[in-house]
């Protein structure tokens, strides 16, 4: 199915359909709303009835090539996983994904991108309305309170901004205006003062600071090529290192007690995680304890156990397997990226690479929707100039 210049093609708008479900209700379920809305069994039930539909769509509107049934094998089996590991509301995003191949990136980014917004607006204005509290933590370290802005957890919003920032700059390229992305640093600053979430504000600000340099001098970022090659090993390379660090963790020796301790004991949580719950072939239950709260504004009694690194989740979660064809498949898509010179996503998969070191969110479409132009990488040639509808920033 061609969609030439970002238009819509028949089925496109039944995709964005379940797209748009699936992000509404994960950002409000991330914040106070979730205390009105439908239960999960009943969320659950309308996205099997969404997936029938998507599947139907499949039929009506797609060629398959052997590639495809390689994708929808990966699909299946890290659904499958997730399942094992949690719910058909974990699993779903996975097909999502999939589903997601053909769909003009343009106009599925563009629209992920304004609803992401929306729903922040919505949310923290509700907040500050009173509709839904605002949680306030009160810092040692800070000379500011720490506010929620209406979520269960104060990193989330500047987490959903940093998806929804980094869509709307791939979709513009070069032609994004330098009002654009003043705007969007203002709003990265007032949330990081707000929240104190210094990793999403980081990575949105050098995000713009690449865009900037692009449209001041774009010669300079094709003289960079052979540096961006970095980008295409960056997640096996990072997932090494994490399980290597991890399973090698020992507080006796300095440099690894110091580390830690840089990290935020991240290598403590991650072994002790591996110690109690393991890791097999395929995914398994596993039951953390973090920070965030609950829809009622209480935090667990549990003593405290998460394992932010996404590599060492997804490993305890979906498996070797799952983790393995993973990892091999997101690499083969950015050396296509890296061969379609599409400069822009090699720096945003770099980062989230690098944010996965620290950060598990982005392994969920709602927090990270950029998993769609991978497999739209690997489905159509690395998605061409002329499937985006953009001037390139180099």
């Known amino acids: 199915m061609n969609t030439a210049y970002g238009r819509a093609a028949p089925g496109d708008f039944l995709y964005l359909l379940a797209f748009g479900f699936y992000l509404f209700f994960a950002v409000l379920q991330s914040s106070f709303y979730r205390n009105i809305l439908p239960k999960e069994s009943r969320m659950n039930a309308v996205l099997f009835v969404l997936l029938i539909a998507l599947a139907l769509r499949e039929f009506a509107f797609e060629v398959y090539n052997p590639r495809d049934f390689l994708l929808l094998f990966a699909a299946v089996l890290i659904s499958v996983n997730a399942l094992v590991s949690g719910t058909f509301y974990l699993a779903f995003p996975f097909l999502l994904i999939y589903f997601g191949r053909s769909v003009s990136p343009r106009l599925l980014f563009t629209f992920a991108a304004w609803l992401t917004f929306i729903l922040l607006f919505f949310i923290i204005v509700s907040s500050y309305a009173g509709l839904i509290p605002n949680y306030v933590r009160h810092e040692m370290k800070r000379k500011t309170d720490r506010e929620f802005l209406g979520f269960l957890f104060a990193l989330y919003p500047g987490a959903f ?65 052979p540096l961006f090659f970095i980008a295409v090993p960056a997640f096996p390379v990072c997932a090494a290192v994490s399980l290597i660090l991890t399973y090698r963790y020992n507080s006796s020796i300095a440099w690894m007690r110091k580390l830690n301790k840089i990290l935020g004991r991240r290598l403590f949580h991650g072994r002790t995680s591996l110690n109690r719950f393991g890791a097999g072939l395929f995914g398994r239950e596993v039951r953390w304890v973090g920070y965030g709260l609950n829809e009622h504004g209480h935090r667990s009694g549990a003593r405290y156990l998460y394992v932010d690194n996404l590599y060492v989740n997804f490993l305890q979660r979906f498996g070797w397997i799952a983790l393995i064809l993973a990892l091999v498949l997101l690499t083969w898509a950015i050396f296509r990226i890296y061969r379609a010179r599409r400069y822009e996503l090699l720096i945003i998969f770099l980062l989230l690479a690098l944010h996965s070191l620290i950060d598990d969110r982005i392994l969920y479409l709602s927090y990270n929707t950029f998993w769609i132009a991978a497999v739209h990488a690997l489905n159509r040639g690395s998605a061409q100039k002329e499937e985006w509808d953009y001037e390139s920033i180099a």
């Open 161 to 225: 901004f940093f998806n929804g920032a980094a869509l709307l700059l791939a979709v513009r390229g070069r032609r994004i205006r330098f009002i654009t992305l003043a705007v969007v640093m203002a709003a990265n600053t007032w949330l990081y003062i707000k929240t104190d979430g210094r990793l999403s504000f980081v990575l949105t600000a050098l995000l713009i600071g690449a865009f900037v340099v692009a449209k001041l001098a774009p010669g300079f970022i094709c003289r960079l090529r």
